[in-house]
């Protein structure tokens, strides 16, 4: 089953922005951007995804949520769960949970888009 997150900028003056979809079928990863006609701006580029113009797929992906979701040797992993609402260790459910809380990333995760999003390709 295939499932996706959209991926947001940081609020900015000109409001928040979609910059692509991650999606995850059957534990493989893919990202790619959904900046449409629009000339990216250095913010809209994500450090493990450099290259707009293509899509990106397994280990390279995987960084970049590894960089999002604690890892399974966490210190107190159990309260971190907890505390995210998250049952089990879930990759898919931790992302969903931790996307849209880390403010150190200058992504955002949604399972549906926020409402005032500017978005520069059809869905």
């Given amino acids: 089953m295939k499932r996706q997150l959209y991926v947001t900028s940081k609020e900015f003056k000109k409001g928040r922005r979609l910059i692509g979809i991650l999606s995850e079928n059957d534990g493989e990863y893919t990202f790619q951007y959904k900046l449409g006609e629009f000339i990216p701006e250095w913010f809209l580029v994500i450090k493990e ?14 960084r970049f949520v590894e ?57």
């Fill in 49 to 62: 995804f450099p290259d707009i113009s293509r899509t990106y797929n397994g280990s390279e992906v995987e």
């Fill in 67 to 123: 960089r999002i979701i604690p890892s399974r040797d966490a210190p107190y992993l159990d309260k971190i769960m907890e505390n995210a609402n998250v049952e089990k260790y879930d990759e898919w459910e931790l992302l969903k949970a931790f996307g849209t809380m880390n403010m150190r990333e200058d992504a955002f995760l949604y399972e549906s888009l926020p409402d005032g999003v500017i978005t520069y390709e059809a869905l």
